[in-house]
């Protein structure tokens, strides 16, 4: 379940900040840079805030932090 809702926040923000580089300022690009190197850093470290975030609503973890499995 904390896969699915990472999959869908992820992708609905890298959606959005490509619509607000598009119509409002392409600084917002920097935004998806932002979630690139989030993604990036997950991948070393294993840890990712938006699961931590994610399980203190009372999701519950399947995998690994971050991971697209």
Same mark, same amino acid.
């Given at each position: 379940?904390?896969?699915?809702? =990472?999959?869908?926040?992820? /992708?609905?923000?890298?959606?959005? *900040? ?7 300022? %392409?600084?917002? @690009?920097? =935004?998806?840079?932002?979630? /690139?190197?989030?993604?990036?850093? *997950? ?7 938006? %699961?931590?975030? @994610? ?11 971050? *991971?697209?499995?």
């Amino acid at each position: 379940m904390l896969n699915t809702y =990472f999959r869908i926040i992820v /992708g609905t923000m890298v959606l959005l *900040s490509v619509v607000l580089t598009h119509y409002v300022h %392409e600084n917002w @690009l920097w =935004f998806t840079v932002f979630i /690139g190197v989030n993604l990036i850093q *997950s991948a070393f470290t294993k840890w990712c805030l938006l %699961e931590t975030i @994610l399980m203190k609503l009372g999701l519950k973890k399947e995998g690994g932090s971050c *991971s697209i499995n």
